[in-house]
């Protein structure tokens, strides 16, 4: 087990997040009781092996339920956009409140279930990680992703309008230069999230092909899942 620590002690091996040593009950580190959202962000961009350890150390996961709500918008117009792009289902406006809050659904649904998934598949591989580091590492390795909503979603807006979404005609006809601009900045958002998806894998098991497998797989999968995602009114297209 390469997450393990060795009680200074006694010399039992412990899990890493353990504080306390099972065997003679010495104290390992410090205890940490909260995340605070703007230290870790930025300790992500300085030390992502001692922003990730705080965020596992932590007792309390804070500001997970509030990073996934802000997350699922840019869920939503990623799936909307790449829903217009391909033509699988045409995306109406009428019907926009209903399929934001749709995609929270989905959202929330893939992060609690990946990390259900990653869960089981570390304890066949033999290593130990706990359910809510895991949800919480995956949702804070998307903090990038509220960057993007924030500031991208509106110079999209800004720039184009509603075609940004409907793609009818392409922001790459409207304004191509802008359009690449853009693009090549949610290239580097996603590369981002995948950095760091890869970093809290690390530093949660150990292993760094391990690490870097699943945070391709886990980035992936989301985006699969927002291509996939199913908007009312529900387009039967087989
Ligand atoms: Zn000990």
Known sequence: MKNSIECPNCGHKNNSIDRVCKNCHFYLREKIANIDLWTTFWKMLETPRKAFQNIF??????????????????????????????????????????????????????????????????????????????????????????????????LQYALFGEFYFTFNPSPFIIKPFAAYVLLALEALTILFTLYLAIWGIYVQTGYKIYAFVFGVIFIVLLHLAQYLLPFAPFAINL
């Open 57 to 154: 150390f932590a007792e309390k996961k804070n500001y997970v339920f509030i990073l996934l709500f802000v997350l699922s918008f840019k869920f939503c117009f990623n799936g909307l956009v790449l829903a217009n792009i391909t033509k699988k289902n045409i995306f109406v406006f009428d019907e926009f409140y209903f399929n934001l809050l749709l995609s929270f659904g989905y959202f929330f649904l893939f992060i609690f279930l990946f990390s259900l998934f990653y869960k089981l598949t570390s304890k066949i591989f033999g290593i130990y990680v706990r359910y809510k580091d895991s949800y919480t590492l995956f949702t804070y390795s998307l903090w990038p992703m509220i960057f993007a909503v924030v500031i991208l979603s509106l």
